[in-house]
């Protein structure tokens, strides 16, 4: 079955850096999109950014661009979010998903914690 | 603010029907249709219940079921029962955005 395990969350200051990390199973990788998918407390999921199969097309959200960056490595199952500037309105559960073709999110993982805080 | 509304919660009794409505606008819900529906419990990995408006992904209980109207969406439960006591988000295509969503509804179980 379909298993997305994320890791890399965290307690950074405002200005770090974060990296990231999904790991997939359970379906040929190399074949899907990709996405990371945010919750702030309280709130509702919030698209972040996804990738295509290949890396050939990345896209990402306003409120990240310039500051995080996308890739997967498909000989390892992998996919990444390299986030930098962080701020407190990052702070959320970071959530890995597989796309439906180029679609909704189909599967998500259980994410990763995030806090940005001095 | 989400894109999407959706109720804060919404409760019924078991084996009653309860719906949930989720409005979007000419961008999103009432422009495509790709709406989908998530069922979360705390500390679990959204599921996916329904697909493209209306579509039951395999394994998801006969009891869901989803429609569009106009820039609403609804998801629908039947037969109410314990375990579907959760946290539901709506998401859909959009003009501005690959994908965007609700702030979800809690489903309480009397």
């Known amino acids: 079955q379909v298993q997305l395990v994320e890791s890399g969350g965290g307690l950074v200051k405002p200005g770090g850096s974060l990296r990231l990390s999904c790991a997939a199973s359970?379906?040929?990788?190399?074949?899907?999109?990709m996405s990371w998918i945010r919750q702030a407390p309280g709130k509702g999921p919030e698209y972040v950014s996804h990738i295509t199969s290949s890396s050939s097309y990345t896209d990402y959200a306003d409120f990240v661009k310039g500051r995080f960056t996308i890739s997967r490595d498909n000989a390892k199952n992998s996919l990444y979010l390299q986030m930098n500037s962080l701020t407190a309105e990052d702070t959320a559960v970071y959530y890995c998903a597989k796309l439906d073709g180029a679609g909704p999110p189909e599967y998500w993982g259980q994410g990763t914690l995030v806090t940005v805080s001095s | 603010q989400s894109a999407l509304t959706q109720p804060a919660s919404v409760s019924g009794s078991p084996g009653q029907s309860i719906t949930i409505s989720c409005t979007g606008t000419?961008?999103?819900?009432?422009?495509?249709?790709?709406v989908s529906w998530y069922q979360k419990y705390p500390g679990k990995a959204p599921k996916l219940m329904i697909s493209?408006?209306?579509n039951r992904p395999s394994g998801v209980s006969y009891r869901f079921s989803g429609s569009k109207s106009g820039n609403t969406a609804s998801l629908t439960i039947s037969g109410l029962q314990a375990e579907d006591e959760a946290d539901y988000y709506c998401s859909s295509y959009s003009v501005n955005s690959p994908v965007v969503f609700g702030g979800g509804t809690r489903v309480t179980v009397l």
């Open positions: 493209d408006v209306s």
């Open positions: 000419s961008d999103d819900i009432g422009h495509y249709n790709y």
């Open positions: 359970g379906f040929t990788f190399s074949d899907y999109y």
